[in-house]
C-alpha cells in the first residue's frame, strides 16, 4: 500500500514540476525507476480531463448510454493518435536540429508527460469559459513539451525552441495534408457503429479536437 501512495506522490510530484516549468524535471524523472508509468499515468490522466471537458458537446448533441462511451473511446483513440505522430514529428526533427537524439522511447515518455496541463481540461465544461480555459492549457502544453524537448535533446534556448516550432508547424502541414482521408475514415467508423454522422475533420482530429458525433435532427458537415 505504501507503494501505491509512493507512486500517487510521484505523479503528482511530476504534474506540479511540468506545470511549475521547472527545467529540472527530466533529471528527477529520468532518475525514477517508475518513470514509464508516471508518464503513462499523466496522459492518460490528461485524456480523460479532457475527454470530460469535451463531452458538454455530447450532451448537447443528446448523445447518451452506449454512444457516448464508443465516443469517448473513438476520442480516446485519436488522442493516442495525435500524441503518437507529435513524438515521432519531434524524433525527426531534432536530430536534424541537434545532431543527436534521445531516442523514440525517451521523447515518447518525454510528450506523454508534457501533457500534464490537459489534467485540468474539465474545466472545459464551465459555461461560457470553458473554451477560453481550454485554449490556456493547450498553449501551456507547448511551453511544457518545448521544456521537455530542451531537457531531452540537452539543446539551448533558440535550437529546443526551433525543434518545438518546427514540430508544431509540420504538425499543422501534416493536417492539412491528411484532412480528407482522415474525415473520411473518422466519418466510416462513427457511421458503421452508431448509424449517425459525424462532424469531425481530419483537421480537427490531428490538432486534438475530438469528435462531435450528431443526433437526429443534425447533419454533418458537406450534406447540408
Known sequence: MDGFFDFIASVGLAIWLM?????????????????????????????????????????????????????????GLAMVLLYALQASMIAVIGPLVVGHTPGLIAIM???????????????????????????????????????????????????????TLIGWGAMQLLSWGLSRPVSWVGDQIWRVVTGKPSMMTGHDLLSGQMFMPLDAGFQAKGER
Not at 113 to 128: E, N
Open 19 to 75: 506545470l511549475t516549468l521547472d527545467q529540472n524535471t527530466l533529471g528527477w524523472f529520468r532518475a525514477h525507476p517508475l518513470n514509464l508509468e508516471i508518464s503513462a499515468t499523466v496522459a492518460a490522466l490528461a485524456g480523460i480531463s479532457t475527454l470530460l471537458g469535451n463531452s458538454v458537446v455530447l450532451f448537447l448533441n443528446r448523445v447518451r448510454g452506449w454512444r457516448f462511451l464508443v465516443t469517448v473511446l473513438l476520442n
Open 109 to 163: 515518455r518525454g510528450v506523454m508527460l508534457a501533457t500534464a496541463p490537459m489534467v485540468f481540461g474539465f474545466l472545459g465544461l464551465i459555461p461560457y469559459a470553458g473554451p477560453a480555459i481550454t485554449r490556456m492549457l493547450q498553449a501551456w502544453g507547448v511551453l511544457t513539451l518545448w521544456i521537455v524537448v530542451a531537457a531531452l535533446f540537452e539543446a539551448g534556448f533558440w535550437p529546443s525552441l526551433m525543434i
